[in-house]
């Protein structure tokens, strides 16, 4: 996506509520799109559940007209990896579904996304397998999640920004040796800093790299989002300009959450409960606002 150049966006307590309130959203407007999501709905009645939710809280989509996109909400399906445009493409039971969300609130953004399998009567629960044709699309669906949750907890503890992509990486090998798998980290598409605008500085990498970015400091908000496929980690640009695909042809599955570095800890302002259950199995206690 487009950064722009400036400094990393120190937020103060108060402005951390305010984009705890556009995370509440974003969270309200994700678990409709999950739980409305059916065969035979297309993408474009998805974006239209999120973009009523939106609405009907007072807030403005982030999406909506960004750089000239169309809708309310990315629905990237199947090897879809992010950025795709909501519309007529009807949904089949087996799809594995991403959908990404940002809303705005007194100025102030939230962003998050969430992946799920698609199941002959909606959304599958990602931690049950059972009765799911495709099993290793769902150990996908998991796996990338788990990163997700890996790449927070760093925020917790780390010094700075690259510690994520560190804790990312081997969450991602850890699970692709657990299941047998192998699995693609795709690295042209990263996190970011968001506040006031959705994309600021600074890029928060999905692997490890030489470079271990800034230094984390409390104020800063961060989105970890990894994304992670079946298959190999190229990837490609459709002709929409915006739908990004695996070069492979493989699925992929993306997770983000906006997070807050506060003084005593980190907290999850797209999630209801302040992240505490995707923490507790890394030991991490999520700040409360």
């Not at 949904?91 to 992946?115: E, K, M, N, P, R």
């Not at 906006?258 to 991490?284: H, N, Q, R």
Request: glycine share 12%; charged share 20%; with cysteine.
């Amino acid at each position: 996506m487009f950064r722009p150049r400036s400094r990393i966006e120190l937020k103060s307590l108060d402005q951390v509520r305010l984009m705890r309130r556009a995370g509440l959203v974003v969270a309200e407007a994700l678990a409709a799109v999950r739980t409305a999501a059916r065969p035979g709905m297309t993408t474009g009645d998805l974006d239209a559940v999120a973009a009523a939710v939106i609405t009907a809280a007072g807030a403005e989509p982030s999406f909506l007209g960004y750089h000239g996109f169309p809708a309310s909400i990315c629905t990237s399906v199947n090897e879809e990896v992010v950025h795709g445009i909501p519309g007529r493409r009807v949904l089949a039971a087996g799809d594995l579904v991403s959908v990404d969300c940002g809303a705005i609130v007194a100025g102030w953004h939230g962003d998050s996304a969430l992946s799920f399998l698609l199941g002959e009567r909606g959304a599958v629960d990602v931690d049950d397998a059972s009765g799911v044709a495709d099993v290793a699309a769902q150990e996908l669906v998991r796996a990338t999640r788990t990163a997700m949750w890996a790449g927070i907890a760093a925020l917790s503890e780390g010094r700075r920004v690259g510690d994520v992509g560190v804790a990312v990486e081997a969450s991602v090998d850890l699970s692709a040796e657990l299941l047998g798998a192998e699995y693609g980290l795709v690295e042209e598409y990263t996190g970011h800093g968001i506040g006031t605008e959705m994309h600021q500085p600074p890029d928060v990498l999905n692997f490890a790299a030489t470079d271990r970015g800034a230094r984390l400091r409390p104020g800063m908000c961060l989105a970890v989002e990894p994304m992670v496929t079946l298959g190999g980690a190229r990837t490609d640009v459709l002709q929409d300009g915006w739908t990004v695909v695996t070069a492979d042809g493989s699925r992929a599955a993306h997770w983000e959450h906006t997070v807050a570095i506060l003084d005593g800890g980190v907290a999850v302002l797209t999630a209801p409960d302040l992240g505490a259950e995707g923490l507790e199995p890394f030991g991490v206690r999520p700040v409360s606002l």
